[in-house]
C-alpha cells in the first residue's frame, strides 16, 4: 500500500485539475512505497499535450538532483489521463515502469489517483494508496478497481521520458533533444517519515 501526505496529494490533484483538459504529471519520490518528494513537471509535449504528457532533459536532470538532494529512491512517473479513466492504457504498459501512478479526470472537478504495480511478466495490479495527514494520522484509504487496458493513449514522449528517466537510474548519460526551458518549478519535500 502507498502512503502519501494530504498536502501533496493535494498538490497533484490541484496540478491535474488545474491543467485540465491538457495532460500533466511529474515524478515521485520515497522509501519503499512511502510518497515523500512530488516534482510537478509541466508537460513538454505542446503540441499535443492532451493526448501526451512529455517531460524535457532539464526535468531529468532536475528530477534527478531533487531525488539525490532529498536521498529519496525513484518511486514513479504520475501523469493525467484528462479524459480517461486512471487505468493504465496499453501505451503506458509498454514502458518498463515497476510503478504507474495515473489521475483520471473523467469527472473534471473530482479526479481519482490509482496506483499500479507491473510485475516482470507485465501483470497489472492496483495497489491501495492511504493518504495521511502530515502529521501521520490515516485520512482516506483509496481503495483500487480491477484494470481497464481498452484505453490507448500516451505517446512517444512518455516512451522517451521512461529511457531517459530509466537512463538516469541507471547512471547513464540519456540522449535527448533540448526542448525550451522553462521557470515552471513547483517542487515540494515533504519530511514525514
Ligand atoms: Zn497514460
Given at each position: 500500500?502507498?502512503?502519501?501526505?494530504?498536502?501533496?496529494?493535494?498538490?497533484?490533484?490541484?496540478?491535474a485539475m488545474?491543467?485540465?483538459?491538457?495532460?500533466?504529471?511529474?515524478?515521485?519520490?520515497?522509501?519503499?512505497?512511502?510518497?515523500?518528494?512530488?516534482?510537478?513537471?509541466?508537460?513538454?509535449?505542446?503540441?499535443?499535450?492532451?493526448?501526451?504528457?512529455?517531460?524535457?532533459?532539464?526535468?531529468?536532470?532536475?528530477?534527478?538532483?531533487?531525488?539525490?538532494?532529498?536521498?529519496?529512491?525513484?518511486?514513479?512517473?504520475?501523469?493525467?489521463?484528462p479524459r480517461?479513466?486512471?487505468?493504465?492504457?496499453?501505451?503506458?504498459?509498454?514502458?518498463?515502469?515497476?510503478?504507474?501512478?495515473?489521475?483520471?479526470?473523467?469527472?473534471?472537478?473530482?479526479?481519482?489517483?490509482?496506483?499500479?504495480?507491473?510485475?516482470?511478466?507485465?501483470?497489472?495490479?492496483?495497489?491501495?494508496?492511504?493518504?495521511?495527514?502530515?502529521?501521520?494520522?490515516?485520512?482516506?484509504?483509496?481503495?483500487?478497481?480491477?484494470?481497464?487496458?481498452?484505453?490507448?493513449?500516451?505517446?512517444?514522449?512518455?516512451?522517451?521520458?521512461?529511457q531517459r528517466?530509466?537512463?538516469?537510474?541507471?547512471?547513464?548519460?540519456?540522449?535527448?533533444?533540448?526542448?525550451?526551458?522553462?521557470?515552471?518549478?513547483?517542487?515540494?519535500?515533504?519530511?514525514?517519515?
Amino acid at each position: 500500500m502507498f502512503k502519501i501526505t494530504e498536502r501533496q496529494y493535494g498538490i497533484i490533484i490541484q496540478q491535474a485539475m488545474a491543467a485540465f483538459p491538457q495532460e500533466t504529471g511529474g515524478i515521485l519520490g520515497g522509501h519503499g512505497e512511502t510518497i515523500l518528494g512530488i516534482l510537478p513537471i509541466a508537460n513538454k509535449a505542446i503540441d499535443k499535450a492532451n493526448e501526451t504528457f512529455g517531460i524535457s532533459a532539464d526535468d531529468v536532470e532536475r528530477a534527478y538532483h531533487f531525488l539525490v538532494k532529498h536521498q529519496l529512491e525513484y518511486l514513479g512517473i504520475y501523469h493525467t489521463h484528462p479524459r480517461g479513466a486512471p487505468y493504465p492504457s496499453t501505451k503506458d504498459l509498454s514502458y518498463k515502469q515497476k510503478h504507474l501512478f495515473i489521475i483520471g479526470l473523467k469527472e473534471k472537478n473530482n479526479p481519482e489517483l490509482y496506483a499500479w504495480k507491473v510485475d516482470d511478466f507485465g501483470q497489472v495490479r492496483g495497489e491501495d494508496i492511504k493518504i495521511i495527514s502530515d502529521v501521520g494520522a490515516t485520512v482516506v484509504d483509496i481503495m483500487t478497481g480491477k484494470p481497464r487496458l481498452s484505453e490507448n493513449i500516451g505517446g512517444q514522449e512518455l516512451d522517451q521520458l521512461t529511457q531517459r528517466v530509466n537512463a538516469f537510474i541507471q547512471g547513464r548519460k540519456p540522449e535527448y533533444h533540448r526542448y525550451n526551458p522553462t521557470n515552471w518549478d513547483a517542487s515540494t519535500f515533504s519530511t514525514f517519515a
